[in-house]
């Protein structure tokens, strides 16, 4: 599948796309000595646990190192999976009845900050696309890194903190991005491009006025024409940011050409698809260079495991141990799981 950002934007305007052809820029290797140097030397630094709250105090957030990314943890519980609307594409469906085991997810999409703390510890190879000055601050969501690259970062996360960091797989992702809604955005009044802006940073107006040639950009403002500073936009009901638009990010799972199979129980698709291979690997939310239709709840895309574009990026996920008070038949909270399942 092509992705739609590269469909989107003329190629003279992509910063690069790699294609599944291109010799893949590997990851640096993980030296163990070196990571678990620097793991080590963090956890001698002082690396411990801090928490914040949303400023409603609602949304409970924790962050293991200084330098490592702010999470918030969910209970689990069970939802429907994919296209309920109908306006969809067949990859989107069956809908089907998904048991999501406690786990935690990043507040935010991976910030190029956070992404540099890993190239710095010798675990992380560089981004492979460097954004335009306006959009190179610490805050903005990394983007150019492969899938293999997004592993790298979590296989350090996970010495750094000593804790089970890992890519949210592809149910996890949905789950917390839906935070309960069940319609095509967690703002549920549909598609409705002026409130889209409010909301998400998609293709906007402000994207046309430097890529005149993006007519079809949807017809509000949301001021950014590239990435956006995670958390530029408000937090969906389980406060998390930005899983609607700004990058697209990568999951753990194998592509499908649709769920007919699917696990119930939240872990990640592995198997080979109907191609034979797992070479694509699957990304969601839709991106600042797409319209409302990309950002849909359920849309998926997937890309070669070495892609990399301007475009995508990731978040992280944890796996937490399940509460006794909290069984995986418990329904859907209202709300995170503030304080459950301490990480
Ligand atoms: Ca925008
Ligand atoms: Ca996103």
Redesign the pocket.
């Known amino acids: 599948m092509t992705r739609l950002l590269t469909a989107l934007i003329p190629s003279a305007l992509l910063m690069l796309i790699a294609s599944a052809d291109a010799a893949p820029v590997a990851p640096a290797p993980v030296p163990a000595k070196t990571a678990a140097a620097a793991g080590d030397e963090a956890s001698a630094a002082g690396c411990s646990t801090t928490r914040t709250r949303s400023a409603d105090r609602r949304i409970s957030y924790f962050r293991h190192c200084p330098d490592t990314p702010e999470m918030t943890s969910f209970r689990g519980g069970r939802y429907a999976m994919g296209d309920a609307i109908g306006s969809g594409q067949p990859y989107e469906r069956p809908i089907h009845d998904v048991t999501i085991a406690p786990f935690a997810i990043g507040r935010y999409e991976i910030t190029r900050g956070e992404y540099q703390a890993c190239v710095e510890a010798g675990a992380c190879s560089e981004a492979q696309v460097q954004p335009a000055a306006g959009e190179a601050g610490a805050r903005h969501p990394v983007v150019g890194v492969s899938w293999h690259q997004a592993k790298a970062y979590v296989a350090w996360l996970k010495v750094r903190t000593g804790r089970p960091y890992r890519l949210p797989t592809e149910a996890e992702w949905e789950y917390a991005a839906r935070a309960s809604a069940t319609a095509n955005f967690t703002w549920n009044w549909g598609q409705v491009d002026t409130v889209t802006?409010q909301y998400a940073?998609?293709?906007?107006q402000?994207?046309r006025e430097r890529f005149p040639e993006l007519y079809w950009a949807i017809t509000c403002n949301?001021?950014?024409?590239?990435t956006?500073p995670v958390g530029s936009f408000p937090p969906n009901a389980w406060g998390v940011h930005d899983m609607q638009?700004n990058v697209w990010e990568w999951v753990e799972d194998c592509w499908h050409p649709d769920y007919t199979g699917a696990p119930t129980d939240g872990r990640a698709w592995l198997e080979p698809g109907s191609d034979g291979t797992c070479a694509k690997r699957v990304n969601r939310g839709g991106g600042?260079g797409n319209g409302s239709t990309s950002l849909r709840l359920s849309n998926r895309d997937a890309d070669p495991a070495s892609n990399y574009s301007d475009g995508l990026g990731f978040r992280v996920a944890l796996s937490l141990a399940r509460p006794k008070s909290a069984p995986a038949s418990a329904p859907t909270p209202a709300a995170p799981a503030a304080g459950t399942a301490a990480p």
């Open positions: 802006c940073n998609a293709l906007d402000s994207a949301d001021g950014f024409a590239q956006a638009g600042w």
